[in-house]
């Protein structure tokens, strides 16, 4: 890993809210071509931490930098030049066609009284084919369904042709074909856009989906306000671990799909009862 | 090509409106004569002085103003809708004609001078607007449902500052003024209302206008506007600035002029679509076309004129009806 691949540097990042610790001593480096899952319990801190990224929360303690810029001195413009959003739901007002969605992720490189040009409306299109949803490209946004949506919000990340994309949870409600259509573009934006992914996320197989696809994957499991352990997601996402943080028994299977291919999978078995320290039957 | 047949028919009909409003009212004047007082400017046409003052000197002017308070109006209306991300709300969302009706009614019990009350109607308008954006700015941002909030709260202190100036206003004299104030007209247009109010109007618009496609960024909500690189702030204050210039400006010399607002962007939504790169100079000429449409009914319907706050909501309920079944409330 050279330094001209390093995207983003987080150092001792902390972060406060009306002086409730969120998180604390988190330290990590993100590079072209790879995905960050953040994984840990609800309530953890993951959300708070992908708006720290964002640039939308200022952190308490520690750094960001994006590309050697501190995240802290960039205008919204600029970091919105170097990192794009996907939301966990997005909530729709008005029926805007499918194509003005994908167009606004262009507003970064539109003057503060302008309109996207030609050459905008070239990339939200090519944007929309990319995830395959070209053929709705004059339909109201509001007709579609939550996984198509979803595509369309990665679509809109992909016109601001960041080196980097955040995603909260993207597959959060959609259903099994949908999940894997997210993942299968997440893949292709990897391999071939050579995009870098930051992605929270309450599924551990999504990590060994990345990389039983190859693609270098990092996890970091996040628990009691910190990164409790990090690293590639076959010694991050274990038995033990699976115990230590959310208190469930799981087993770890590797089935094989061909002949020298095979995909691993942490399946939860049973919550473990709480551990009697509080002395009440 | 049906999109320039659109844009076309767009431009034209506030023009056509403005023109057939200047030979339409009580005192009779024919196309002809319309005509040629306009030609009596450049050759050597020699018209009554009668007919002249009518056409240039009382018709343009209430016209002209009608077109512009109805489109500050529509375009304010629209602007507020796609900021605050919710379709039911008007230009009057943050207090502004509220406050401008107090700054009115307070205006005619204290100097009853025609260009103070302008001034006070502007001026409180404007306060109003102030006084809600404080009251939601909290750390350094102004959330979207607090300015609501602000906007709700501001809007009924005014509303009972205007009820607190009717009790005390003479009723003889004050009371009916405010009242018909209210109520909202063009009747005493005259060129320099036209200056007044329509600088800022002017302003408004044009701001707008300029912003409009940032307002579809805005509309979807403060979080993904600011990863989507907007500066969110900024942008929303600038918006609310000239949402408010103009619809002060209109208020000012018009009056509280309801439905406008709210039912325009509508019509325009139902139209062209919710993309505000077109939706919000398409509420300009709709605005514009309806007010100067109402006006000239508000002038000929009865023997003496009916205010147009009355009209507006009269004449356009049904027909936006009308329009709702018409298109079954096609994408909402």
Known sequence: MSDMDKLMTIKEAAFDYQNKQVFHDINFELHAGEVFCLFGPNGCGKSTLLECLLGLLKLKNGSILLQGKDISLLKPKDIAQQVAYVPQVHKKTFPYKVIDIVLMGRAANTSFFGTPDPTDLEIAEQSLAIVGMDKYRDTPYTMLSGGETQLIMLARALAQQTPIIVMDEPTAHLDFKHELVILENVVKLVKEQGVAIIMATHFPNHAFYFENKGIRTLVALMNNNSFADFGAPSSIISEINMRKTFHIESKLINYPLAVGEHIRQIIPVNTISPVPSYGVE | ?332
Not at chain 2, 2 to 13: E, N, P, Q, S, Y
Not at chain 2, 98 to 126: E, H, K
Not at chain 2, 129 to 149: C, D, E, F, G
Not at chain 2, 217 to 243: C, H, P, Q, Y
Request: hydrophobic share 55%; aromatic share 10%.
């Open chain 2, 1 to 332: 090509m049906k999109r320039t047949a659109l844009f076309i028919a767009l431009v034209l009909a506030p023009c056509i409106l403005i023109f057939v409003s200047l030979f339409i009212g009580r005192y009779p004047i024919d196309f002809s004569t319309v005509l040629k007082v306009f030609l009596s400017y450049f050759t050597s046409i020699e018209v009554a002085d009668i007919d002249k003052t009518v056409v240039m000197d009382i018709r343009l002017p209430r016209v002209l103003l009608g077109a512009f308070v109805g489109a500050s109006l529509a375009i304010s209306g629209a602007a507020f809708q796609g900021l605050f991300r919710n379709p039911l709300v008007n230009s009057g969302l943050l207090g502004v004609s509220s406050g401008a009706g107090f700054g009115a009614a307070l205006a005619i019990i204290l100097f009853n001078n025609t260009l103070l009350v302008y001034v006070f109607a502007f001026g409180f308008g404007v306060l109003a607007v102030v006084a809600s954006y404080l009251i939601a700015r909290t750390y350094n941002t102004a959330p979207t449902i607090m300015l609501v909030l602000g906007g709700v709260i501001v809007s009924s202190i005014f509303s009972s500052l205007i009820s607190l100036a009717k009790y005390m206003a003479d009723p003889y004299d004050q009371l009916p003024t405010i009242v018909f104030w209210l109520m909202g007209s063009l009747a005493t247009a005259r060129y320099q209302d036209l200056l007044y109010a329509g600088a800022p109007m002017l302003i408004g618009i044009i701001g707008l206008v300029l912003m409009r496609w940032h307002l579809n960024i805005l509309s979807m909500g403060d979080k993904e506007a600011r990863t989507l690189g907007a500066n969110t702030n900024l942008m929303k204050t600038l918006v609310i600035g000239f949402a408010t210039l103009a619809t002060a400006g209109a208020v000012c010399v018009s009056g509280i002029i309801g439905w406008v607002g709210l039912v325009i962007p509508h019509i325009a939504r139902m139209i062209v679509g919710n993309d505000n790169r077109i939706l919000i100079p398409v509420t300009i000429s709709l605005g514009a076309s309806y007010l100067v449409l109402i006006d000239n009914m508000a002038r000929m319907l009865t023997g003496s004129e009916i205010p147009l706050g009355i009209l507006t909501a009269i004449v356009g309920g049904p027909f936006f009806v009308y329009i709702l079944k018409r298109t079954k409330g096609a994408s909402w």
